[in-house]
């Protein structure tokens, strides 16, 4: 069983950047794929970025190219999400999703039914 829990949401002015953080627990970090997905009021969850437990293989959405960046901290066990030049259509609650598995096919490492396990969730609100 592996636990997440992330932290670091808040209320950002368009334009800001805020950092969101996921500690993990219950399984070796470097074993796992982990990323970071997000929901908008009334719209399904996307994908956003993820990692693989290699750090051979990084992925983005389009959306978020050029603004975010994913990382990992293996002495920490953490992932982060550093999120620059934010946008009111960046406002959702983010999550953390972790994959029990050091290697992804890229085709499954952006589907939500591609991870195994999921953190609480942390709100971003990105005001105009």
């Known amino acids: 069983q592996v636990q997440l829990v992330e932290s670091g949401g808040g209320l950002v002015l368009a334009g800001g950047s805020l950092t969101l953080s996921c500690a993990t627990s219950?399984?070796?970090?470097?074993?796992?794929?982990l990323a970071w997905f997000r929901q908008a009021p009334g719209r399904e969850r996307e994908f956003v970025a993820a990692k693989t437990g290699s750090a051979y293989t990084t992925e983005y959405a389009d959306s978020v190219k050029g603004r975010f960046t994913i990382s990992r901290d293996n002495a920490k066990s953490t992932v982060s999400l550093q999120m620059n030049s934010l946008k009111p259509e960046d406002t959702a609650v983010y999550y953390c999703?972790?994959?029990?598995?050091?290697?992804?096919?890229?085709?499954?490492?952006?589907?939500?039914?591609?991870?195994?396990?999921w953190g609480q969730g942390t709100q971003v609100t990105v005001a105009s």
């Open positions: 999703a972790a994959h029990p598995n050091l290697f992804m096919r890229m085709a499954t490492m952006t589907q939500v039914t591609g991870y195994d396990y």
């Open positions: 219950g399984r070796t970090f470097s074993s796992l794929t």
